[in-house]
C-alpha cells in the first residue's frame, strides 16, 4: 500500500520555537507538497518541490521554508513558530503530471497548536 | 487566475441521494478530482474523470462533467453515515501551473 507518511498526528509548540515537520513517501515520486488547512479556507499551498534540493513558494510561503535533500523526503520548517500558525498541515506526493489519474496522495496530517 | 468553487456545506438523510457541485474555470484541464477527507485525516483521492469523458461511474459514485459550463458534480447515491465527510474537487492546470488546484471543499451531513 503506497504512502505519505508525516512524522507526528498531534504537536504543540510554544511561541518562538524552531518546528519542523517531516513527511515521507515511498512511492518515488518526484514532486511533493505542503499544505495547510484551515476552516472555510480550504487548503493552503505553503511550498512545493519538483524535485530534490528544488524548492517552490506556494501561495502562503511567509514564515516557513522547506527542505529537501532526498526525493522521498521533505521538511516544512517553522523559523520561529506563531500562534497563527495553529493550523492542520498536510504533506502530498505526486508523479509527473499532477499523478493523471492518481493524483496527489496525502498524508494524515499533523495537528499543529502553538502556545 | 485557476479557481474552483464549491458550496459549504450539504445536509441529506440517510438513505437518499447527494449532489456535490463543483466549478472550475480552466477549460484545458485535462483530469479532474473528487477527494473525501473524514475528520481528522488526511484527503483520499474516491474517484478522477479525464476531460474527454462525460461521465464515470464507479459503484455508488457518479461523477458527471459538463465541459461546457466548465461544472463538475459527484452523486453519491444511497448515502450512509459513513459517507459524511468534506469533498474536494480539484483540476490538474498541466498550463500555467502544473499543479491540482483544489476547491474549497463541501462538507456533507448525513442524517440518521
Known amino acids: 500500500d503506497v504512502k505519505v507518511t508525516q512524522s507526528s498526528r498531534y504537536l504543540v509548540k510554544r511561541t518562538g520555537e524552531k518546528v519542523f515537520l517531516e513527511c515521507v513517501q515511498d512511492m518515488d515520486h518526484e514532486n511533493m507538497f505542503w499544505y495547510r488547512q484551515d476552516p472555510g479556507l480550504g487548503l493552503r499551498l505553503i511550498y512545493f518541490s519538483y524535485d530534490v534540493k528544488m524548492k517552490e513558494k506556494g501561495d502562503i510561503p511567509e514564515g516557513y521554508s522547506v527542505s529537501r535533500e532526498k526525493k522521498e523526503r521533505f521538511s516544512l520548517i517553522l523559523e520561529s513558530a506563531s500562534t497563527n500558525q495553529t493550523s492542520m498541515y498536510l504533506c502530498?506526493?505526486?508523479?509527473?503530471?499532477?499523478?493523471?489519474?492518481?493524483?496527489?496522495?496525502f498524508g494524515s496530517g499533523t495537528r499543529l497548536t502553538v502556545v | 487566475g485557476e479557481d474552483v468553487e464549491q458550496s459549504l456545506f450539504l445536509s441529506v438523510r440517510e438513505g437518499d441521494s447527494s449532489v456535490i457541485n463543483c466549478t472550475y474555470t480552466?477549460?484545458?484541464?485535462?483530469?479532474l478530482y473528487w477527494y473525501k477527507q473524514e475528520p481528522g485525516a488526511g484527503l483520499q483521492l474516491l474517484t478522477y474523470?479525464?476531460?474527454?469523458?462525460d461521465m464515470k461511474q464507479d459503484q455508488r459514485l457518479t461523477v458527471l462533467l459538463n465541459k461546457k459550463d466548465k461544472h463538475l458534480s459527484l452523486r453519491i447515491a444511497d448515502t450512509q453515515t459513513g459517507d459524511s465527510a468534506i469533498y474536494f474537487c480539484?483540476?490538474?492546470?498541466?498550463?500555467?501551473?502544473?499543479?491540482?488546484?483544489f476547491g474549497t471543499g463541501t462538507l456533507l451531513a448525513v442524517q440518521p
Open positions: 480539484a483540476e490538474y492546470d498541466g498550463g500555467a501551473t502544473n499543479k491540482l488546484i
Open positions: 502530498a506526493s505526486s508523479g509527473v503530471g499532477g499523478g493523471r489519474g492518481n493524483g496527489y496522495t
Open positions: 480552466d477549460s484545458s484541464s485535462t483530469y
Open positions: 474523470i479525464f476531460s474527454n469523458m
